[in-house]
C-alpha cells in the first residue's frame, strides 16, 4: 500500500519577465523519501526549490500549476497563511551560510528569532537535547509510543523533561506557545548540540564568522529543525565543502530523514551527492525535467542524452590521472620551497597556518594540492605569490630566493617573480570587478608591471579571450553579462595576460555545475600543453586532482603529510589522512552501495519517531569540523 503524499507538485510553471525559468515541474514526496534535483546552472533547479515555498526573487511568480502540502495549495494561499507554514511545515538551508546567516547578530539570536517566529512548540517531540545557557544537558524529549502520563509525548510527570514535550498537532486554543528567554535559548543551545556544534550553549554567543564554513552549514540546518519541518529543502548544502566536511553535512541531513521521517529534496550540480543522499532522482534542463527514477537506476542505465553527458562529464576517482598524456615535466624544478612555515598572532600565542613545508613544481607539471579547509593550502598559494611573507624557509624560483622575510624586514617579493607566478581565484563571482568591463580586468597586470602600450595591451586582450574560448567583441562586457564559467575564462585571461611560468589556481571549478567544470579543467589542460605552464591545482575535489594531475600533495594541518604520482597516492595511500580523505569522497555507485548515508530501509511511518539521545554524540568529532 503507498504511503500518502506530504507534498504534491503539479504542472510547477515560473516566469520572469515572460521568461519561463521553470515548465511543467511535477512530483510527490511522502514522509521520509528523499528526492534530488540535478542539472547545470541555470536548469531551473533553484528556482522550482525556491517556489516551493514562495520566496522566488524579484519578479518571478508562479503562473500555472500548484504546490500541495497537507492538501493546502502553497500557491494559492494568502501570504500571512503562507508566512504560518514557511519555518514550520516546510523549510529551507540555503546554498551560501555567510550570505544567508545574519553577519551582525549572534548564532542565539537568529536561533531565538526563528524559535519565536511562530509562536509555537514544535509539532513532534524531536527528542533534542535541551542544554542550559550556562551549560549541561538537563534532559531529552521520551518517544510518544513510550506511554505514560503526564506529558502530550508520553513522557511521566516526573520527568526531568516532561514540561518541554509538546503535542504533536496543536490544539484548537492555538497550542502551547514558546517559554521565556531562556527557555528558548535552552533550545537554542540543544539545536546546535543535535547539528554537532561542540559548546554548543557557549556559542550562542559567537557571530557567523566564527564558525567554519561546515559549522555555519550546520547552523543552517539548525535553523530549519526549529520547527520541525515535514519537509526540507536543502539548496547546494555541500557546495565549496571539503570532502570530510561534505560528509559529515550528508550524514546529519540523512539521519535527520531517516530518523524523524522528514521528507527532504536536495538540489546539487553534485551527482555524487545525490547519489550518496536520494532515492530518486530528477533530472532538469531548460526548466522541465527530461529524465526521473531511483537514484541508482537512473544513474546506472540513464535513457536521456542530457542526463548521459551529466555523467559523461562527472570526474571519477578510480579514473586514472590524464596528466602524463598532455604534457611532460621537465627535469629542473621551476618553483622549490624549503622549511617554508608561517605564523599568526603574537609571539607569545602565535597560530602556525605553515609548518616546514617542501615541495617542487617542474616545467610542464601539474602538481594537485588537496587537504581539507584550514589545512594550509591558500595560506601556501598566498606566500608563493608574494601576498604573504613566509615566516620561515625559503621559496626559489629558477634558483633564485625570494619572498622570505630576513631580519624583521619586509620580504622581498621582486618584479620579476611576481609576474611570472600568476594566481587564478576560486570564486568568479567576487573576484572580478563588477564595475570593470572584461577586457580591462584582463588588462590590469599588464597596467601593474608596465608591459605594452595602449593598443599593445588591446591586441593582447583580443588574443586571450580567443586562446579561452571568448569572442574578442566580448572585451567591453562587464561581469554581471557572463556566467560562471565565462567568467572563470576571463579570470583565466587576466592571470595569463603577463606571460607567466607559473600558474596557481586555488579551487578554480569548485562553485561551477559539473559540464562547465569539465570544459574550464580541458581549457587550462590545453593552455598547459601550449605554453608550458607549471599548474599548482589546489582543490579538494580529490576526483578532479586525480584527473589533471601528475604528483598529489597531501596537506594537514599546515604540513604536507604525503606526496607522489597522482595514480598511487589514489590507489595505495600510505597516510592515514589521505585514506580519511578518498573514503569521504562521493560516489556515483553510492546509491546501490552497502553502507551508503541513506540505507534502503523501511521508512517510519509516524514522524512521532524521535532522534536518539545519542545523535550528537555519534556526530564527528570537534576536529574534523574546524
Request: hydrophobic fraction near 40%; proline fraction near 8%; glycine fraction near 10%.
Amino acid at each position: 500500500m503507498s504511503r500518502r503524499p506530504v507534498l504534491k507538485v503539479r504542472d510547477l510553471t515560473v516566469e520572469f519577465a515572460g521568461t519561463r525559468a521553470v515548465d511543467g515541474v511535477g512530483f510527490e514526496l511522502a514522509a521520509g523519501d528523499t528526492l534530488g534535483l540535478v542539472g547545470e546552472s541555470g536548469s531551473g533547479k533553484s528556482t522550482t526549490a525556491l517556489a516551493l515555498l514562495r520566496m522566488l526573487p524579484a519578479g518571478g511568480r508562479i503562473t500555472a500549476g500548484s504546490v500541495e502540502l497537507d492538501g493546502q495549495d502553497l500557491a494559492a494561499l494568502p501570504e500571512p497563511a503562507l508566512r504560518g507554514l514557511r519555518g514550520r511545515r516546510i523549510a529551507m538551508v540555503f546554498q551560501d551560510p555567510m550570505s544567508s546567516l545574519n553577519p551582525v547578530l549572534t548564532v542565539g539570536r537568529q536561533l531565538d528569532e526563528a524559535l519565536r517566529a511562530h509562536g509555537d512548540a514544535p509539532r513532534a517531540c524531536l527528542q533534542t537535547p535541551v542544554v542550559r545557557p550556562e551549560g549541561g544537558r538537563v534532559g531529552v524529549g521520551v518517544r510518544a509510543s513510550q506511554g505514560g502520563g503526564g506529558s502530550p509525548c508520553g513522557a511521566s510527570a516526573t520527568d526531568d523533561n516532561a514540561a518541554r514535550c509538546v503535542p504533536r498537532r496543536r490544539p484548537a486554543d492555538g497550542g502551547l506557545k514558546t517559554g521565556p528567554r531562556a527557555e528558548r535559548a535552552a533550545r537554542a543551545a540543544g539545536l546546535l548540540d543535535l547539528v554537532g556544534i561542540p559548546d554548543a550553549a557557549g556559542r550562542l554567543r559567537d557571530h557567523p564568522h566564527q564558525f567554519s564554513g561546515g559549522q555555519r552549514q550546520r547552523i543552517m540546518i539548525a535553523l530549519a529543525l526549529a520547527h520541525d519541518a515535514e519537509v526540507l529543502v536543502a539548496d547546494e548544502p555541500t557546495t565549496a565543502l571539503d570532502p570530510t566536511v561534505q560528509q559529515q553535512i550528508l550524514h546529519l541531513l540523512a539521519r535527520i530523514n531517516r530518523e524523524t521521517g522528514t521528507a527532504l529534496v536536495v538540489i546539487s550540480h553534485d551527482l555524487g551527492v545525490i547519489a550518496r543522499t536520494c532515492r530518486r532522482i530528477l533530472v532538469m534542463r531548460g526548466g522541465r525535467v527530461v529524465e526521473h527514477g531511483g537514484t541508482a537506476e537512473v544513474l546506472a542505465a540513464p535513457r536521456h542524452p542530457y542526463t548521459k553527458e551529466l555523467l559523461a562529464a562527472v570526474p571519477r576517482l578510480d579514473a586514472p590521472s590524464g596528466a602524463a598524456a598532455n604534457s611532460t615535466p621537465g627535469e629542473e624544478p621551476l618553483l622549490t620551497v624549503r622549511g617554508l612555515g608561517k605564523t599568526y598572532g603574537p609571539r607569545r600565542r602565535p597560530v602556525t597556518a605553515l609548518a616546514d613545508v617542501d615541495l617542487e613544481l617542474h616545467p610542464g607539471e601539474t602538481l594537485g594540492l588537496v587537504g581539507e579547509s584550514g589545512s594550509g593550502k591558500s595560506t601556501l598559494a598566498r606566500a608563493l605569490v608574494g601576498v604573504h611573507a613566509p615566516s620561515a624557509g625559503s621559496i626559489r624560483f629558477r634558483g633564485e630566493e625570494f619572498g622570505v622575510r630576513r631580519g624583521g624586514g619586509r620580504a622581498d617579493t621582486g618584479r620579476a617573480p611576481r609576474r611570472e607566478i600568476q594566481m587564478v581565484f576560486q570564486d568568479p563571482y567576487s573576484s572580478l570587478n563588477p564595475r570593470l568591463t572584461a577586457g580591462r580586468i584582463i588588462a590590469e597586470p599588464l597596467i601593474a608591471h608596465g608591459l605594452g602600450d595602449r593598443a599593445a595591451r588591446e591586441r593582447r586582450v583580443a588574443e586571450l579571450l580567443e586562446q579561452v574560448g571568448l569572442d574578442p567583441s566580448w572585451a567591453d562586457r562587464q561581469p554581471r553579462s557572463f556566467s560562471g564559467g565565462q567568467r572563470q575564462r576571463i579570470g583565466i585571461a587576466r592571470a595569463l595576460a603577463p606571460r607567466p611560468s607559473v600558474l596557481i589556481c586555488d579551487e578554480p571549478v569548485s562553485a561551477l555545475d559539473v559540464s562547465v567544470q569539465a570544459q574550464v579543467i580541458e581549457l587550462l589542460a590545453r593552455l598547459q600543453r601550449e605554453l608550458g605552464l607549471a599548474v599548482l591545482f589546489i582543490a579538494h575535489d580529490l576526483a578532479v586532482v586525480r584527473q589533471v594531475s601528475h604528483r598529489i600533495a597531501v596537506m594537514h594541518r599546515g604540513r604536507i603529510v604525503e606526496t607522489g604520482p597522482a595514480d598511487r597516492v589514489v590507489t595505495a595511500p600510505e597516510h592515514p589522512y589521505t585514506a580519511e580523505l578518498l573514503a569521504a569522497v562521493p560516489r556515483l555507485d553510492a546509491a546501490s552501495r552497502p553502507g551508503a548515508v541513506l540505507p534502503h530501509e523501511t521508512v517510519p511511518p509516524s514522524k512521532a519517531t524521535a532522534l536518539p539521545a545519542a545523535l550528537p554524540a555519534a556526530l564527528p568529532t570537534a576536529r574534523s569540523t574546524r
